[in-house]
């Protein structure tokens, strides 16, 4: 061989700032967010993938920027990371896993693409573009390979066809993402020999069906036989080091099993799973029984279900939440409430079970214990939207209109979408129930973000 690799440059190099590609990960985002039917916008499910994919960040070089992973409901094996840190996996990942390591292996791949730059560097090759039509552009590439209709500002770059074939991630790239996503593994802990073995399940798999199953991976991240043997050599040559799946793992593939489809059937599959002993887990199976007992409106069997979920050892945030779910489906909404006030208490760290109980107190009519605590929460959480989105909610069942905008614009603020935050803060103007100091407030805060979004207008159009 005795060739070296083309110089790829430092991640530094990009052509793009880290605060454009951030914009242009938020616009694709909102897009998402707003108009696409298969997010999964499910907190238990956000915070799992948050803590998984927070491990590998933490253990890479260079991942000095903030993350988001998200969900998105899709049967194909798939993941991909847009620009400026944000990263979503389709839920087929996580049911074609066969372990925990096997997500993390292809999540520590795309957070590479991220912390070396690949997508800035390649968009950073048409900085003649526009803001508009570079996201639109990275969202019909990053995204409409393998789902067209996800990217729904797509339709934009469809004049920018003739380069998006210097925008596809290169084999170096693709190496580059190997190497490094491989070395987080081993640093956060995980089976290094789940990313050999599982690009080879998805090319087995491929070679097996026709060009319409082939994994959507594949069509985004070929898969090489030598990406393969690269990643078994790196494996090989270090000690094995065992993994257990975390009881999450488990329960989220549950969670997304049984809340999808009609309940009848999730509660006969998950049935037939329990009698048939067909599970890694017996507690994540009963708790997906659980789950679509509560869906089909069976609610004594659900809280029967819920002791089996108990008495086969399943503990901890996702297992009182559903108990606290079986509460309100039976309708008592200040059990509800109550359960989830001591759940917090016993997990104080569990963002998902402090949305629960906002909300159960929000929906148990107790509104003033729900912005004490929404309010204590924003304290340690200043950066939050759901926290910002609940506050928003209580605001408007207590009728105070003006405060309701004023939390919906942060809301819009920490998504990226400037406009719709300042739209809401001219209507906190106009409410016509705020003081004089709140009113001042609001003033201050409208100066700084139109000053900001005009800056960013100047910016695109450079």
């Known amino acids: 061989m005795g060739q070296s690799l083309p110089d790829l440059g430092s991640s530094g190099d990009a052509g793009l700032s880290p605060q454009l590609e951030r914009r242009i990960g938020e616009s694709i985002m909102r897009d998402i967010r707003f108009r696409e039917p298969s997010y999964v916008d499910d907190a238990e499910i956000a915070d799992y993938l948050a803590n998984l994919g927070g491990r590998l960040t933490q253990a890479q070089v260079g991942a000095r920027q903030d993350f988001e992973f998200f969900a998105i409901r899709d049967h194909t094996i798939n993941a991909f990371a847009l620009p400026g840190g944000f990263i979503g996996v389709h839920t087929g990942l ?49 995204l409409g390979r393998s789902r067209p209709d996800l990217a729904s500002g797509a339709a934009a770059a469809a004049s920018a066809g003739a380069i998006q074939t210097q925008l596809s991630y290169s084999r170096d790239f693709e190496r580059e993402a190997d190497r490094i996503g ?27 069906g ?66 048939e002993r067909r599970f890694a887990s017996e507690a994540a199976a009963r708790y997906g029984l659980t789950v679509a007992y509560v869906r089909a409106k069976r ?8 002791a089996r979920v108990r008495a086969a050892g399943g ?25 989830l006030g001591e759940s917090h208490a016993r997990y104080p760290n569990s963002r ?30 200043p950066r939050d939207p759901r926290l910002y989105a609940l506050q928003a909610k209580t605001y408007a069942a207590l009728g105070k209109r003006t405060s309701q905008h004023q939390a919906q614009a942060e809301v819009y603020v920490l998504q990226g979408s400037l406009p719709a935050a300042i739209e809401q803060l001219q209507l906190a103007r106009t409410s016509g129930d705020g003081d004089f100091y709140q009113l001042s407030v609001i003033d201050a805060r409208l100066k700084d973000l139109r000053a900001q979004h005009a800056q960013e207008m100047k910016d695109a159009k450079r």
């Open 210 to 275: 026709d060009d319409g199953t082939v994994p959507g991976y594949l069509r985004t991240h070929p898969i090489t036989t030598e990406r393969i043997a690269d990643a078994q050599n790196r494996a090989a040559s270090l000690p094995y080091k065992q993994h257990p799946d975390s009881p999450e793992f488990q329960l989220v593939r549950a969670k997304l099993r049984a809340e999808y489809g009609d309940p009848r059937d999730t509660v006969q599959f998950f049935q037939s799973a329990v009698r």
């Open 315 to 339: 503990g901890g945030p996702m297992i009182e939440s559903l108990a606290a779910r079986v509460k309100f489906a039976q309708g008592d909404r200040a059990g509800a409430a109550k359960l």
């Open 352 to 381: 998902p079970l402090l949305y629960a109980h906002a909300d159960a107190l929000h929906e148990a009519g107790q509104h003033e214990a729900a912005m004490k605590l929404l309010g204590e929460s924003l304290r340690v959480h």
């Open 94 to 142: 996580l049911s074609a896993s066969e372990s925990e390591s096997e997500v993390a292996s292809v999540l520590a791949h795309e957070v590479a693409h991220v912390t070396q730059r690949h997508i800035a560097r390649m968009l950073g090759q048409q900085q003649q573009m526009q803001l508009p039509v570079l996201a639109a552009l990275a969202a019909a590439i990053l």
């Open 182 to 208: 491989f070395q987080s593994l081993e640093s956060a802990g995980f089976d290094v020999h789940a990313m050999g073995s599982f690009f080879e399940k998805m090319q087995r798999g491929s070679r097996i």
């Open 299 to 306: 609610t004594k069997e659900a809280e029967a279900e819920l």
